[in-house]
């Protein structure tokens, strides 16, 4: 069974920063597929970005250019630095993992979290105005 924890959420002013992290553990890391997630309440998850085992990142469209996600395979963890926050980044931002080794760069978010086998419980971010 994969664990999937992330960490550092929390409050920020819209045009700051935060990085977010990602553990999982339980199986090789560096076969993971790994995306990030989030969700407000009464609305659909959106993809924000994902990056696979053989190296290749996607990025949902609202965040492209600040926000980048980043795989260390040494330390097991993947990283989520969000630069230039928005209000509309608010929210609950979930990890998950697919450890069957897909190649993501032709495949839509939709889809990718369909895929997704694990998930983390999430962690809140809250950018104001």
């Known amino acids: 069974q994969v664990q999937v924890v992330e960490s550092g959420g929390g409050s920020e002013q819209t045009g700051g920063s935060l990085r977010l992290s990602c553990t999982a553990s339980?199986?090789?890391?560096?076969?993971?597929?790994v995306g990030w997630f989030r969700q407000v309440p009464g609305g659909k998850r959106e993809g924000v970005a994902a990056?696979?085992?053989?190296?290749?990142?996607k990025y949902g469209d609202t965040v492209k250019g600040r926000f980048t996600i980043s795989k260390d395979n040494a330390r097991e963890i993947v990283y989520l630095e969000m630069n230039s926050l928005r209000p509309e980044d608010s929210g609950t931002y979930y990890c998950?993992?697919?450890?069957?080794?897909?190649?993501?760069?032709?495949?839509?978010?939709?889809?990718?979290?369909?895929?997704?086998?694990?998930w983390g419980k999430g962690t809140l971010v809250t950018i104001s105005s």
């Open positions: 998950a993992v697919d450890t069957s080794l897909i190649r993501i760069d032709s495949l839509r978010f939709d889809l990718i979290e369909k895929i997704m086998d694990y």
């Open positions: 339980g199986y090789t890391f560096d076969r993971y597929c």
């Open positions: 990056i696979d085992s053989f190296g290749n990142i």
